[in-house]
Nanobody
Framework: QVQLVESGGGSVQSGGSLRLSCVASGYSYSRYCMGWFRQAPGKEREGVASIDSVGTITYEDSVKGRFTISQDYAKKMLYLQMNSLKPEDTAMYYC????????????????WGRGTQVTVPS
């Protein structure tokens, strides 16, 4: 059974930084794509960044140059370093595991964490 737990969210001023962490268990971590998603109130959930099983990284356009996704295979942990935060980044951030190695489609139900809140006041 896949278990993902996020941490590191909080409230920061515009221009500030946060580092989110996700610890994974219950599956062969290194064989699958991992991703960060976010959802603001009244909006659909969107992909933020992903890293596939061989380390290829993809970012959503609005976070390029500001966010960095990384992972630690030995610790089965996923990270999202967020710099130069903007009010538009305010959302619940989720860690998720894809059911494939290449980040195809969307992560299945039950392959998501419960989320950690990031708030950047205007």
């Amino acid at each position: 059974q896949v278990q993902l737990v996020e941490s590191g969210g909080g409230s920061v001023q515009s221009g500030g930084s946060l580092r989110l962490s996700c610890v994974a268990s219950g599956y062969s971590y290194s064989r699958y794509c991992m991703g960060w998603f976010r959802q603001a109130p009244g909006k659909e959930r969107e992909g933020v960044a992903s890293i596939d099983s061989v380390g290829t990284i993809t970012y959503e356009d609005s976070v390029k140059g500001r966010f960095t996704i990384s992972q630690d295979y030995a610790k089965k942990m996923l990270y999202l370093q967020m710099n130069s935060l903007k009010p538009e980044d305010t959302a619940m951030y989720y860690c998720a595991a894809y059911a494939n190695a290449q980040c195809i489609g969307s992560p299945p139900n039950n392959y998501w964490g419960r989320g950690t809140q990031v708030t950047v006041p205007s």
